[in-house]
């Protein structure tokens, strides 16, 4: 079997994420989609870049073209800070390399129509880190909405709440940079857009506000001196889709009580679902269309035990029974992709997803300035 090469921009969080992926894959797909190891490691100072060199025994440096023009590479993650994925996208592109990119795509509207423009001379298999789909309960939902169960959609409501920046004391840090494209809207809205566009989309049309909490922070590199925050924390907007249903879309920082919580709710003229990241191991469906008589009959909530149940190749490991944690979506949502490489076929969420919820991140902000439907 070819071994292909796997050349990891950026070693924060989420470059770890992405990298844990390859090390556990063998233990959740029998047989593995393809053989890809993890060869090079590039990020942004030589103190994290010999991090990576010890923590994975790969070659390791700060020079993003090392990974994006190197022949002995096949395939590259994006893992930096949104700002710089542009350049190293375009690069991987114009080298013919396969591309995981997490979200999302770029810093801009602007940034992501030069990638679409790339995209008529790529060659190779690209796919969005939307692994937000890859839960089994977010895959029944598909299922169970693509069959019709839940008849004309009607109504949704979709929240990404996190309550780490509720504290005027915590540091200003990239994600709440507008020169490092940060901000809630590309770090939590591109998922639940992403959600609602793939669930029940296209999304239409949006009416956005957007609000900054705090708008001065200390600094991350120094907590005596404070800085001023130039990108929203919250944003709260009403969306229609193509079919006409209304729903709503929240992304927030500064929701006190909450981690990492997704709420979904879609509401049908036959049935409902309901999904909570803090609770994935189940999906709940309401079927409207049981009887309600005697005594409420047999209608009401059915919570799906959906728990690790993934289709072949992925294996019972460790059992489909045991509650499924965040980073097994992380896994699922990079075995698609390579199964997307081995056979040759086009990857999906793909880079053009990614352009599309670029539009629609771009869509939400310019409703919230221009104050109307956009």
Avoid at 83 to 93: E, G, R
Avoid at 217 to 231: I, L, Q
């Amino acid at each position: 079997m070819r071994i292909y090469r796997v050349g990891i921009l950026g070693f924060g969080f989420i470059g770890k994420v992405h990298a844990f992926g390859y090390a556990t894959l063998p233990f959740y797909y029998d047989p593995v989609p393809l053989d890809a190891r993890v060869t090079r490691v590039v990020t942004s100072r030589p103190e994290t870049a010999e991090k990576a060199r010890r923590m994975l025994g790969v070659e390791a440096g700060t020079d993003p073209r090392a990974v994006t023009e190197n022949p002995e590479i096949d395939i590259v993650h994006v893992c930096t800070p949104n700002h710089l994925h542009k350049d190293a996208l375009l690069s991987a592109m114009r080298h013919g390399k396969h591309i995981y990119c997490d979200k999302p795509l770029v810093a801009t509207l602007d940034e992501a129509e030069e990638v679409a423009a790339a995209l008529a001379h790529y060659g190779g298999i690209a796919q969005m880190t939307f692994q937000n789909r890859f839960f089994p309960a977010t895959m029944r939902a598909k299922q169970l909405i693509d069959e019709g169960r839940l008849g004309k959609v009607l109504s949704f409501r979709t929240a990404y709440l996190h309550g780490g920046s509720a504290d005027p004391r915590a540091p200003l840090r990239w994600k709440l940079s507008a020169a490092a494209g940060g901000g809630v809207i590309a770090d939590l809205a591109s998922h639940v857009l992403d959600l609602i566009d793939w669930l029940i989309g296209p999304i239409d049309s949006v009416m956005a506000a957007t609000h900054i909490a705090w708008p001065e922070r200390p600094s991350a590199g120094d907590p005596a001196r404070m800085e001023r925050v130039d990108t929203e924390d919250c944003v709260m907007a009403l969306a229609r889709v193509r079919s006409g249903a209304l729903g709503t879309i929240e992304a927030i920082f500064v929701a006190s009580g909450t981690e990492d919580e997704i709420r979904l709710e879609i509401h049908g003229s036959d049935g409902a679902i309901r999904f909570n990241l803090t609770d994935p191991h189940h999906l709940d469906f309401h079927d409207a269309t049981a009887p309600d008589r005697p005594q409420g009959g047999l209608r009401g909530w059915t919570r799906i035990d959906c728990g690790q149940r993934y289709p072949a190749p992925a294996a019972s490991f460790p059992s489909p029974k045991a509650t499924i944690g965040w980073i097994r979506s992380h896994v699922a949502c990079l075995a698609a992709f390579l199964e997307s490489i081995a056979a040759g076929r086009k990857a999906e969420p793909g880079l053009e997803q990614g352009i599309r919820v670029q539009r629609l991140m771009e869509a939400l902000r310019r409703s919230a300035a221009l104050g109307r439907w956009t």
